[in-house]
């Protein structure tokens, strides 16, 4: 009993809950129809949430101000890098990949010699960031029709056949590399750190924790992460574009949130991102399958968010 | 802890050796708007006459108008990042209700407002953040304007169209919209004894709420503030551009944010100067008017030139301040 009180106390499971109740109503819509589906992609797309959300979710826990904004940016060029040093040979894979995680790995360092450099609010440096990132990706990417190679599209969409319905192989790499972050989070200094500095800079700080060093790392780690995502995103969709990434500025913000990480931060939640994710994903499935309009799913999307936050409530800081 | 900030110490008369840095750095803005300007009078002479002005600054009006807003809401700690689609919804009203049936159209805005104070409450009531909640609002403001405008289109009420494109002699509309905005919001911000509380409810919240003053009042009213200057900055728009499109003032977020630090504000303790925000604004319309690309910048590089502003402006303001501290 105290076990079953124990896990409903846990916010991350609302997320699921909510996951599962939009799911349900999508197939009993559908008269149990496409249910199986539903599953796959809505898998399919929350990878590409989780990934960006775990890089944003780090950030959000240094505490209030930390956010990135650079991520669709570092996206849209990870994306257009990935896919012209891939030049659509199977034999490039590893290097593309590589690329782009080096072009994310740039922009976090980038981001935070801003902040540091500066000493500006994260936001206002990543923000700043953004703008130039921007240009380099329309200036680079101009016209570009690269498809990415016939193996790294067909991996990106490779699925899984458990019992009917199909997993996608992504989704379950994903999984893995969600609990490898949850060992990091909960179980490793660096982990322990950048919880410690998002409850109390100061302390964390008096107590000999490297917080400069933490917070760099941290946003290498989110830059790296939006350019893993990017080179992802044009696999799954065959190609890149400048826009790829416009959606999960928001989305990353937004999975964080209604997982259970605190914006306020020094507490993060990993299994959250997973359910928000899902949950956000499903929501549009939902709303597709009513057959609603573009406008409405927006209204919706957004009422469900402000609807999220305010039942959970802000939480009480000291300051 | 943040302390009550003491913004009028800088415009106090130099008594001795009253930090010169200080007076430097609310120069910033007005010098980095003087530099873009000297720069493209050196790259093209031509463009400083009345209708250069009033070309390169034509979209600086909504701009201008959408970063006070903003600064309203950084004023009380909070960042709104709704503004832009909350800009494009009014659009959209401006170009359709106003339009074709104004009474229904004034009240839609008026409840939009509304709205704005609403979520001011709700925020303050429930504590939440400001930025989480108004990413949902963004969604929700884009939503109904594709409900309302579903493809590009309506009509500016002919008078809205008329104001946006008088012809003052001597001196460009914009430039004179401009010194309106700003004097209107100093006035009104920096120079009423409600101004300065509503400045202190950032500043220090808990000394104001010792005080007697109503936390609550004042969180409603700068959101209130905001959402009546979005109004105007999506009404403005469409004068300018006479009809409207659900996407029309998408890139206003960013650009309200970075036109309120450009113009001098700062993210916590209720620090703005409404004439700094809207120097910032301007110089930001002018970093991306279609202008440049007569000047060899191509387009691909206008968002970036913004970017490099931003950075540069806070460089030197980082300068100033290291040896000022």
Known sequence: MAGVIRLLAKPWLWSFVGAILVWLAAVAFTGGYGGGGMITAALSLAVFMVVVGVGQMFVITLGPGNVDLSLPANIGLASAVAMKVMDGSDAMIAVGLLAALASGTAIGLGNYFLIWALRIPPIIATLSASFIIQSVDISYG??????????FADFTNILIPVAG????????????????????????????????????????????????????????LCGALGGLNGALLAGYFRGANVDIGNEYLLASIAVVVIGGTSVAGG????????????????????????????????????????????????QKTLR | MATVPAPDEARLPLLGSVKPRRLLRSALPAVSLALIIIAIAYLNPRAISYFGFSLMMNLAIPIALATIAQMFVICVNDLDLSIGTFVGFVGCVTATWLHDAPLFGVIILLGSIGVYAALGALIYLRNLPSIVVTLGMSFVWQGLAILLLPKPGGKAPDWLYGLMNLKPPLVPFPIIAAIVIAVVAHIGLMRTSYGAILRGAG????????????????????????????????????????????NIGNGYTLLSIAGVILGGGEFVGGRVSP????????????????????????????????GAILIIVLAARALITRREG
């Open chain 2, 203 to 246: 500043g220090n919240p808990q000394a104001i709420g010792r005080a007697g003053w109503s936390l609550l009042k004042t969180k409603v009213a700068m959101f209130a503030l905001a959402g009546t200057f979005g109004v105007l900055s999506g009404m403005a728009l469409i004068g300018i551009t006479t009809s409207a499109d659900a």
């Open chain 1, 267 to 314: 507490k993060a939640n990993v299994p959250g991102i997973w359910g928000a994710a899902l949950f956000l994903v499903l929501l549009l499935t939902m709303l597709n399958t009513f057959g609603v309009s573009a406008g409405v799913r927006l209204v919706v999307t957004g009422l469900v968010i402000v609807g999220v936050i305010t039942a959970a409530g802000g």
């Open chain 1, 142 to 151: 101009r016209g570009l029709q690269i498809k990415p190679p016939p193996g």
């Open chain 1, 165 to 220: 319905v199909g997993i996608p192989l992504l989704a379950v790499l994903t999984v893995l590399f969600t609990i490898g972050v949850g060992v990091l989070l909960h179980r490793t200094l660096y982990g322990r750190s950048v919880l410690a500095i998002g409850q109390n800079i100061r302390a964390a700080w008096l107590a000999g924790i490297p917080v400069g060093r933490i917070r760099l790392i941290t946003y290498v």
């Open chain 2, 275 to 306: 004439i700094g925000a809207v120097l910032g604004a301007l110089t930001l319309a002018m970093a991306a008017s279609p202008l440049l690309t007569f000047m060899h910048i191509p387009p691909d590089w206008q968002v970036g030139s913004n």
